[in-house]
Protein backbone atom coordinates (compact mmCIF):
# COMPACT_ATOMS: atom_id res chain seq x y z
CA UNK A 1 0.00 0.00 0.00
CA UNK A 2 3.15 1.93 -0.25
CA UNK A 3 1.60 6.39 -1.94
CA UNK A 4 -1.81 4.49 -1.47
CA UNK A 5 -4.03 7.34 0.71
CA UNK A 6 -5.73 4.83 3.13
CA UNK A 7 -9.45 5.11 3.33
CA UNK A 8 -9.47 4.33 7.17
CA UNK A 9 -7.10 5.17 10.08
CA UNK A 10 -7.68 2.35 13.01
CA UNK A 11 -6.06 4.09 16.13
CA UNK A 12 -5.14 1.66 18.79
CA UNK A 13 -3.73 3.46 22.22
CA UNK A 14 -1.62 0.74 24.09
CA UNK A 15 0.13 0.75 27.06
CA UNK A 16 1.86 -2.60 28.59
CA UNK A 17 -0.52 -4.98 26.41
CA UNK A 18 1.92 -7.55 25.65
CA UNK A 19 -0.53 -10.55 26.88
CA UNK A 20 -2.91 -9.20 23.53
CA UNK A 21 -1.75 -6.61 21.34
CA UNK A 22 -0.49 -9.60 18.96
CA UNK A 23 -4.16 -10.54 18.81
CA UNK A 24 -5.60 -7.07 18.35
CA UNK A 25 -3.32 -6.28 15.66
CA UNK A 26 -3.91 -9.39 13.94
CA UNK A 27 -7.13 -8.87 14.02
CA UNK A 28 -7.19 -6.08 12.03
CA UNK A 29 -5.06 -7.00 9.13
CA UNK A 30 -7.57 -9.65 8.68
CA UNK A 31 -10.14 -7.44 7.63
CA UNK A 32 -11.64 -7.85 4.72
CA UNK A 33 -11.23 -4.41 3.77
CA UNK A 34 -8.13 -3.88 3.24
CA UNK A 35 -7.09 0.16 2.59
CA UNK A 36 -6.11 1.37 6.09
CA UNK A 37 -3.56 2.51 8.23
CA UNK A 38 -2.93 1.00 11.76
CA UNK A 39 -1.73 3.61 14.38
CA UNK A 40 -0.22 2.14 17.70
CA UNK A 41 0.20 4.67 20.55
CA UNK A 42 2.41 3.44 22.85
CA UNK A 43 1.52 5.02 25.96
CA UNK A 44 4.90 4.30 27.83
CA UNK A 45 4.74 0.11 28.00
CA UNK A 46 7.59 -1.44 30.26
CA UNK A 47 7.12 -4.52 28.89
CA UNK A 48 7.68 -6.17 25.05
CA UNK A 49 4.63 -4.45 23.58
CA UNK A 50 6.71 -2.26 21.32
CA UNK A 51 8.74 -5.06 20.33
CA UNK A 52 5.42 -7.24 19.32
CA UNK A 53 4.08 -3.87 17.29
CA UNK A 54 7.50 -3.68 15.41
CA UNK A 55 7.52 -7.24 14.66
CA UNK A 56 4.37 -7.48 11.94
CA UNK A 57 6.08 -6.89 8.84
CA UNK A 58 3.41 -4.83 7.33
CA UNK A 59 3.87 -1.08 6.31
CA UNK A 60 0.50 -0.07 7.27
CA UNK A 61 1.00 -0.99 10.81
CA UNK A 62 2.86 2.25 12.26
CA UNK A 63 3.95 2.82 16.05
CA UNK A 64 4.50 5.69 17.92
CA UNK A 65 4.84 7.45 21.44
CA UNK A 66 2.42 8.95 23.26
CA UNK A 67 2.33 11.54 25.71
CA UNK A 68 2.09 9.41 28.57
CA UNK A 69 -0.69 11.18 29.83
CA UNK A 70 -3.35 8.66 29.56
CA UNK A 71 -5.20 6.63 26.99
CA UNK A 72 -7.75 9.94 25.68
CA UNK A 73 -4.14 11.91 24.63
CA UNK A 74 -2.70 8.94 23.17
CA UNK A 75 -5.67 8.74 20.75
CA UNK A 76 -5.85 12.04 19.85
CA UNK A 77 -2.29 12.38 19.30
CA UNK A 78 -2.81 9.81 16.48
CA UNK A 79 -6.48 11.52 15.46
CA UNK A 80 -4.12 14.59 14.60
CA UNK A 81 -1.61 12.73 12.16
CA UNK A 82 -4.38 10.02 11.01
CA UNK A 83 -4.57 9.74 7.00
CA UNK A 84 -7.42 8.33 7.13
CA UNK A 85 -11.14 9.24 5.27
CA UNK A 86 -12.48 7.77 8.18
CA UNK A 87 -11.33 7.13 11.98
CA UNK A 88 -11.90 3.32 14.26
CA UNK A 89 -10.92 2.81 17.76
CA UNK A 90 -9.33 -0.46 18.85
CA UNK A 91 -7.80 -0.84 22.55
CA UNK A 92 -5.02 -2.68 21.87
CA UNK A 93 -6.92 -6.10 24.10
CA UNK A 94 -9.82 -6.70 21.74
CA UNK A 95 -10.63 -7.54 18.54
CA UNK A 96 -12.39 -6.83 15.03
CA UNK A 97 -15.10 -9.13 13.10
CA UNK A 98 -13.10 -9.42 10.04
CA UNK A 99 -16.12 -7.85 8.29
CA UNK A 100 -16.43 -4.94 10.19
CA UNK A 101 -14.28 -1.92 8.45
CA UNK A 102 -16.14 -3.30 4.68
CA UNK A 103 -19.70 -2.99 5.62
CA UNK A 104 -18.99 0.30 7.94
CA UNK A 105 -17.13 1.87 4.91
CA UNK A 106 -20.14 1.21 2.90
CA UNK A 107 -22.57 2.43 5.14
CA UNK A 108 -20.74 5.84 4.97
CA UNK A 109 -19.90 5.81 1.21
CA UNK A 110 -24.05 5.18 0.92
CA UNK A 111 -25.21 7.48 3.11
CA UNK A 112 -23.60 11.00 3.47
CA UNK A 113 -26.44 12.08 5.88
CA UNK A 114 -24.55 10.17 8.65
CA UNK A 115 -21.19 11.05 10.03
CA UNK A 116 -20.55 8.05 12.31
CA UNK A 117 -22.34 4.68 12.05
CA UNK A 118 -22.21 2.30 15.04
CA UNK A 119 -23.37 -1.41 16.01
CA UNK A 120 -23.18 -4.31 18.72
CA UNK A 121 -20.73 -5.40 20.71
CA UNK A 122 -19.59 -9.13 21.84
CA UNK A 123 -17.47 -9.82 25.31
CA UNK A 124 -15.31 -12.00 26.11
CA UNK A 125 -12.85 -13.32 29.14
CA UNK A 126 -9.30 -12.88 29.27
CA UNK A 127 -8.93 -16.61 27.21
CA UNK A 128 -10.79 -14.80 24.29
CA UNK A 129 -13.83 -17.21 25.13
CA UNK A 130 -17.01 -15.63 24.23
CA UNK A 131 -19.57 -14.46 27.12
CA UNK A 132 -21.99 -12.58 25.23
CA UNK A 133 -23.11 -10.72 22.48
CA UNK A 134 -25.31 -7.28 23.57
CA UNK A 135 -28.24 -6.60 21.56
CA UNK A 136 -28.38 -2.86 21.56
CA UNK A 137 -31.31 -2.91 19.12
CA UNK A 138 -32.42 -5.12 16.85
CA UNK A 139 -33.61 -2.49 13.99
CA UNK A 140 -30.77 -0.12 11.84
CA UNK A 141 -31.37 3.41 13.14
CA UNK A 142 -30.77 6.79 13.62
CA UNK A 143 -29.42 7.40 17.59
CA UNK A 144 -28.64 10.77 17.31
CA UNK A 145 -31.42 12.26 19.00
CA UNK A 146 -31.30 8.86 21.86
CA UNK A 147 -27.71 10.20 22.45
CA UNK A 148 -29.26 13.81 23.26
CA UNK A 149 -31.09 11.80 26.27
CA UNK A 150 -27.68 11.04 27.81
CA UNK A 151 -28.50 7.61 26.92
CA UNK A 152 -25.03 5.53 25.41
CA UNK A 153 -25.88 1.91 24.04
CA UNK A 154 -22.66 0.93 22.47
CA UNK A 155 -19.23 1.72 23.17
CA UNK A 156 -17.46 4.28 20.87
CA UNK A 157 -14.87 0.96 20.07
CA UNK A 158 -17.65 0.04 17.66
CA UNK A 159 -17.83 3.26 15.78
CA UNK A 160 -16.88 4.33 12.58
CA UNK A 161 -16.57 8.06 12.16
CA UNK A 162 -15.19 11.10 9.56
CA UNK A 163 -12.14 11.97 10.20
CA UNK A 164 -13.19 15.93 10.03
CA UNK A 165 -15.84 15.41 12.37
CA UNK A 166 -13.67 14.02 14.91
CA UNK A 167 -11.45 16.69 14.15
CA UNK A 168 -13.96 19.56 14.74
CA UNK A 169 -15.11 18.32 18.50
CA UNK A 170 -11.13 18.03 19.20
CA UNK A 171 -11.51 14.33 20.14
CA UNK A 172 -11.63 13.11 23.72
CA UNK A 173 -11.24 15.25 26.29
CA UNK A 174 -8.33 14.37 29.06
CA UNK A 175 -10.54 15.27 31.72
CA UNK A 176 -11.61 11.93 31.64
CA UNK A 177 -9.97 9.39 33.07
CA UNK A 178 -12.68 7.07 31.82
CA UNK A 179 -16.16 7.22 30.37
CA UNK A 180 -14.14 9.65 27.64
CA UNK A 181 -15.46 7.60 24.78
CA UNK A 182 -18.84 8.41 26.63
CA UNK A 183 -18.50 12.20 26.64
CA UNK A 184 -17.17 11.63 22.75
CA UNK A 185 -20.62 10.09 21.81
CA UNK A 186 -22.65 12.85 23.20
CA UNK A 187 -20.84 15.10 22.09
CA UNK A 188 -20.82 13.90 18.05
CA UNK A 189 -24.39 13.67 18.98
CA UNK A 190 -25.06 17.58 19.02
CA UNK A 191 -22.96 17.77 15.74
CA UNK A 192 -23.68 15.57 13.56
CA UNK A 193 -26.25 12.38 12.76
CA UNK A 194 -24.98 8.88 14.10
CA UNK A 195 -26.33 5.73 12.52
CA UNK A 196 -26.72 2.24 13.94
CA UNK A 197 -26.95 -1.47 12.43
CA UNK A 198 -27.68 -4.45 14.20
CA UNK A 199 -24.26 -5.99 13.74
CA UNK A 200 -21.44 -7.44 15.99
CA UNK A 201 -18.29 -4.73 15.29
CA UNK A 202 -16.40 -5.81 18.43
CA UNK A 203 -14.96 -8.38 21.10
CA UNK A 204 -14.37 -6.50 23.92
CA UNK A 205 -11.80 -8.30 26.82
CA UNK A 206 -13.05 -8.31 30.25
CA UNK A 207 -10.25 -9.24 32.52
CA UNK A 208 -8.47 -7.27 35.49
CA UNK A 209 -5.37 -5.53 33.84
CA UNK A 210 -8.24 -3.42 31.88
CA UNK A 211 -9.12 0.54 33.30
CA UNK A 212 -12.55 -0.54 33.87
CA UNK A 213 -10.82 -2.72 36.86
CA UNK A 214 -8.14 -0.77 37.52
CA UNK A 215 -9.96 2.02 38.35
CA UNK A 216 -11.83 2.80 41.21
CA UNK A 217 -15.45 2.01 41.23
CA UNK A 218 -16.25 5.60 42.64
CA UNK A 219 -14.04 7.16 39.96
CA UNK A 220 -15.44 5.19 37.27
CA UNK A 221 -19.44 5.87 38.47
CA UNK A 222 -18.23 9.57 38.87
CA UNK A 223 -16.68 10.07 35.30
CA UNK A 224 -19.84 8.10 34.02
CA UNK A 225 -22.24 10.71 35.57
CA UNK A 226 -20.06 13.62 34.90
CA UNK A 227 -20.10 13.17 31.02
CA UNK A 228 -24.07 13.08 31.21
CA UNK A 229 -24.32 16.17 33.74
CA UNK A 230 -22.06 18.02 30.94
CA UNK A 231 -24.38 16.95 27.68
CA UNK A 232 -27.53 18.80 29.90
CA UNK A 233 -25.25 22.01 30.72
CA UNK A 234 -24.35 22.49 26.94
CA UNK A 235 -28.16 21.58 25.73
CA UNK A 236 -28.84 24.39 28.52
CA UNK A 237 -26.35 27.00 28.45
CA UNK A 238 -24.25 26.00 25.32
CA UNK A 239 -21.09 25.20 27.10
CA UNK A 240 -20.31 22.43 29.80
CA UNK A 241 -18.25 22.81 32.94
CA UNK A 242 -15.00 22.13 31.38
CA UNK A 243 -15.52 24.30 28.85
CA UNK A 244 -15.59 27.08 30.84
CA UNK A 245 -12.78 26.12 32.93
CA UNK A 246 -14.73 25.05 36.04
CA UNK A 247 -14.48 21.24 36.44
CA UNK A 248 -15.78 19.64 39.26
CA UNK A 249 -13.29 17.88 41.61
CA UNK A 250 -12.71 14.50 40.98
CA UNK A 251 -13.27 12.16 44.46
CA UNK A 252 -10.27 12.12 46.84
CA UNK A 253 -11.27 8.70 48.15
CA UNK A 254 -10.71 5.82 46.01
CA UNK A 255 -12.87 2.17 47.10
CA UNK A 256 -12.05 -1.15 45.64
CA UNK A 257 -11.89 -1.36 41.86
CA UNK A 258 -14.44 -4.28 40.95
CA UNK A 259 -13.03 -7.87 39.64
CA UNK A 260 -13.65 -9.05 35.96
CA UNK A 261 -15.13 -11.98 37.28
CA UNK A 262 -18.34 -10.12 39.02
CA UNK A 263 -18.70 -8.67 35.70
CA UNK A 264 -18.06 -11.75 33.90
CA UNK A 265 -20.80 -13.79 36.26
CA UNK A 266 -23.11 -10.77 36.00
CA UNK A 267 -23.04 -10.65 31.96
CA UNK A 268 -23.60 -14.23 32.08
CA UNK A 269 -26.68 -14.56 34.26
CA UNK A 270 -28.61 -11.91 32.36
CA UNK A 271 -27.54 -13.74 29.16
CA UNK A 272 -28.65 -16.92 31.23
CA UNK A 273 -32.22 -15.60 31.79
CA UNK A 274 -32.46 -13.88 28.64
CA UNK A 275 -31.90 -17.03 26.55
CA UNK A 276 -34.69 -18.66 29.10
CA UNK A 277 -37.23 -16.47 28.23
CA UNK A 278 -36.61 -16.88 24.87
CA UNK A 279 -37.18 -20.90 25.21
CA UNK A 280 -34.02 -22.01 25.08
CA UNK A 281 -33.77 -23.80 28.35
CA UNK A 282 -30.42 -25.73 27.45
CA UNK A 283 -28.17 -22.98 26.52
CA UNK A 284 -29.95 -20.96 29.74
CA UNK A 285 -28.66 -23.55 31.60
CA UNK A 286 -25.36 -24.18 30.20
CA UNK A 287 -24.92 -19.96 30.78
CA UNK A 288 -25.76 -20.89 34.24
CA UNK A 289 -23.04 -23.54 34.38
CA UNK A 290 -20.41 -21.13 33.45
CA UNK A 291 -21.53 -18.35 36.18
CA UNK A 292 -21.11 -21.72 38.82
CA UNK A 293 -17.65 -22.30 37.06
CA UNK A 294 -16.44 -19.13 37.43
CA UNK A 295 -17.38 -18.59 40.94
CA UNK A 296 -17.81 -22.26 42.45
CA UNK A 297 -18.19 -20.88 45.98
CA UNK A 298 -21.25 -18.65 45.25
CA UNK A 299 -24.36 -19.99 47.24
CA UNK A 300 -25.75 -17.35 44.67
CA UNK A 301 -24.58 -19.14 41.74
CA UNK A 302 -25.95 -22.39 42.13
CA UNK A 303 -29.52 -21.17 43.45
CA UNK A 304 -29.43 -19.66 40.20
CA UNK A 305 -28.39 -22.76 38.27
CA UNK A 306 -31.05 -24.28 40.06
CA UNK A 307 -33.56 -21.59 39.06
CA UNK A 308 -32.98 -22.10 35.43
CA UNK A 309 -33.55 -25.52 35.37
CA UNK A 310 -36.94 -26.02 37.82
CA UNK A 311 -38.47 -23.26 36.01
Not at 138 to 154: Q, V, W, Y
Not at 238 to 257: H, Y
Amino acid sequence: MDNITPVVTVIMPMKNAEAYVYDAISSILKQDFQCFELIVVDDGSTDASREIVESFPDNRVKVIAGPKTGAANAFNAALNIAAGKYIANCDADDLYPEDRLTWQVKYLEENKEFDAVCGMYTTMDSNAVIISQFNCGEAPESITNELLTGKTRTSFCTFLTRHEALLAIEGYRSFFVSSYDIDLQLRIAEHYNIGYEPRNTYYYRLHDDSITHTQASNKRVFFEETARVFLQQRLANGMDALQRGVPPSIPSFEDLPSKSVEQISGMLTSEAWRLHRDGQKLKAICNGCKVCLKKPCSLTSWRNLAALIVK
